[in-house]
């Protein structure tokens, strides 16, 4: 379980976060959205401990977010703006750079298994240099899942993809809801919350404003809530 209690962030005189209250369970697949500047991200990033809350606390079942970054990497898959990979390298060798990172073990058939499963297999030793930012996109998902997290946190993970890629990504989130992972995704794509989510929580000003559960939703009424709420601020 996540619980965010009370989080304040602030970043020089900017108040970004104004008393972030949320639990997620163990197992849900949660979309966070909302408008831009919202505090999405930075809360993200605070849930994968990346940045620390000037006050409140981020509890993962029931504990502090461990200090240590090998143990919070162990349990936490974390993915950002960025890919984080390495563009001359092919996405085999990327996968064995990371999975050396995250003392995977038995890495090659996990590895194997990841590329054919984001679609990448004919291109598994091209250096990522020549992929598409869709290509790109899910061989960075493969990255951040490679070590069997139980928490993935993935922030804007369908922007700019095609509809292959996207539809590759829906299929990995839902597989992964299957298992018992726990998902949390930060999105603008809300035709992708419905495919994926069992809720949705929208922030505006640093804190929650709704948090409405999708199962037995009619989807059109979502869509005008969403227009309403969390596009306009
Ligand atoms: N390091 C920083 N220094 C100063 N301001 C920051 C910093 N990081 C974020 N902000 C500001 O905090 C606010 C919230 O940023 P954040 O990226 O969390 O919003 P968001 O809801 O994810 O927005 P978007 O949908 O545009 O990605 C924005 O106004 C942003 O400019």
């Known amino acids: ?17 104004r008393g972030m209250n949320l639990e997620i369970a163990s197992g849900e697949t949660v979309a966070i959205i909302g408008p831009n500047g ?11 401990g990346l940045l620390k809350p000037t006050e409140g606390s981020l509890l993962i079942d ?6 240590d970054k090998y143990e919070l990497q162990q ?27 995250y003392h995977v073990k038995k890495p090659d058939k996990r590895i194997d298994d990841l590329i054919e499963e984001v679609g990448l297999t004919f ?24 070590h069997d997290p139980k928490i993935l946190l993935l922030d804007e993970p369908h922007t700019g993809l095609d509809q292959q890629a996207v539809d590759i990504l829906n299929k990995v989130i839902l597989r992964l809801k299957k298992k018992g992972v726990t998902v949390v ?11 994926t989510c069992d809720r949705v929580i929208i922030l505006k000003n640093g804190r929650v404003k709704d948090d409405i559960p999708l199962e037995g939703q009619d989807v059109n ?13």
């Open 221 to 233: 009424w979502l869509y005008t809530h969403y227009e309403r709420q969390a596009i306009h601020s």
């Open 75 to 101: 349990i936490i898959g974390y993915l950002g703006h960025q890919s984080f990979l390495y563009e001359h390298f092919s996405p085999v060798e990327n996968l064995r750079f990371f999975a050396k990172l």
């Open 38 to 48: 919202a505090g999405k991200s930075t809360w993200l990033k605070i849930t994968a």
């Open 1 to 17: 379980m996540i619980q965010s209690n009370n989080i304040i962030k602030t970043i020089g005189e900017k108040m970004i976060l």
């Open 123 to 146: 291109f598994k030793y091209e250096p990522v240099r020549s992929f598409s930012r869709g290509m790109i996109q899910r061989l960075a998902i493969a990255r951040a899942i490679l």
């Open 185 to 195: 995704l930060v999105t603008h794509d809300f035709p992708q919350v419905i495919k």
């Open 62 to 67: 029931e504990e502090p977010l461990k200090k």
